[in-house]
């Protein structure tokens, strides 16, 4: 859909509008899922600001961001960092919009970006120092493959970051809340993440009227540096 029939589609019923944002939060795609990643950007800019944060600073740490959307976090990160970036999104699209944003980083290598799914990553075992996810969460079908997966592509030590909104953003109404996708209080994800073997798991609030969390963990071993986050 162009953004031209987005205005008479829209109009139409609330139940397409719900359908339209549960499909384009889920997967971006086309001139519309360009507009969300933007609206993305507004709206997230404090789990970004956290992601950055936590990561750790060394000079060359490889860090992977899964479900990167329009690219601006790892744009972010890019600009501060003398870091080997790397991305992996569900969308074709978004690799598209995300390699535009960031052309420079991607032609000099120090970004990667790959279409893929974070159930089945083609990274080898131990090879970041940190995984961070903003705001993908609720979308994984099988959540225990999902961070299987990203425990397994950290190092030893490595570290694990996941920006998300609580369940109870999603209960203050149906209208947030979409078919097929699980929302977690910060118990539950908590709990998740320890179940896959991620260690010194804590829950920092990011904006707690707005119940924005930001979860912080590492894999077992010597954590890779100590003084990035603000605890
Ligand atoms: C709500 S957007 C968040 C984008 C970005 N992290 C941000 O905060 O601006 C969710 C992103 O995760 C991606 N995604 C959803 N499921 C995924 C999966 N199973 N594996 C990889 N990426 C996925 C979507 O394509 C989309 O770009």
């Given at each position: 859909m162009n953004v031209k029939n987005l205005k008479a589609f829209v109009?139409?019923?609330?139940?397409?509008?719900?359908?339209l944002?549960?499909?384009?939060?889920?997967?971006?795609?086309?001139k519309v899922?360009?507009f969300?990643?933007?609206?993305?950007?507004?709206?997230?800019?404090?789990?970004?600001?956290?992601?950055?944060?936590?990561?750790?600073?060394?000079?060359?740490?490889?860090?992977?961001?899964?479900?990167?959307?329009?690219?601006?976090?790892?744009?972010?990160?890019?600009?501060?960092?003398?870091?080997?970036?790397?991305?992996?999104?569900?969308?074709?699209?978004?690799?598209?919009?995300?390699?535009?944003?960031?052309?420079?980083?991607?032609?000099?290598?120090?970004?990667?970006?790959?279409?893929?799914?974070?159930?089945?990553?083609?990274?080898?075992?131990?090879?970041?120092?940190?995984?961070?996810?903003?705001?993908?969460?609720?979308?994984?079908?099988?959540?225990?493959?999902?961070?299987?997966?990203?425990?397994?592509?950290?190092?030893?030590?490595?570290?694990?970051?996941?920006?998300?909104?609580?369940?109870?953003?999603?209960?203050?109404?149906?209208?947030?809340?979409?078919?097929?996708?699980?929302?977690?209080?910060?118990?539950?994800?908590?709990?998740?993440?320890?179940?896959?073997?991620?260690?010194?798991?804590?829950?920092?609030?990011?904006?707690?009227?707005?119940?924005?969390?930001?979860?912080?963990?590492?894999?077992?071993?010597?954590?890779?540096?100590?003084?990035?986050?603000?605890?």
């Amino acid at each position: 859909m162009n953004v031209k029939n987005l205005k008479a589609f829209v109009l139409t019923t609330p139940k397409n509008v719900k359908n339209l944002m549960k499909t384009q939060f889920a997967k971006p795609e086309g001139k519309v899922g360009e507009f969300f990643t933007l609206a993305m950007n507004v709206f997230n800019f404090k789990l970004y600001n956290a992601v950055y944060n936590f990561v750790p600073k060394d000079e060359g740490v490889k860090i992977l961001d899964v479900g990167f959307g329009n690219g601006d976090t790892l744009k972010r990160l890019d600009e501060k960092l003398d870091a080997k970036l790397y991305g992996i999104d569900i969308s074709e699209d978004m690799k598209v919009l995300a390699t535009k944003a960031n052309a420079e980083a991607v032609a000099k290598e120090r970004m990667f970006l790959t279409v893929g799914d974070v159930e089945d990553m083609p990274y080898e075992d131990s090879f970041f120092d940190c995984v961070y996810t903003v705001n993908t969460v609720y979308f994984y079908k099988d959540a225990d493959k999902a961070f299987s997966e990203m425990h397994r592509v950290l190092k030893d030590g490595g570290r694990f970051i996941c920006g998300f909104y609580s369940k109870e953003y999603y209960e203050r109404s149906e209208k947030y809340q979409f078919e097929g996708e699980t929302y977690y209080s910060t118990r539950e994800l908590k709990e998740l993440v320890q179940a896959h073997g991620f260690e010194n798991v804590k829950i920092k609030v990011v904006d707690e009227k707005k119940f924005m969390y930001c979860l912080v963990g590492k894999k077992r071993g010597n954590e890779i540096d100590n003084d990035s986050s603000d605890e």
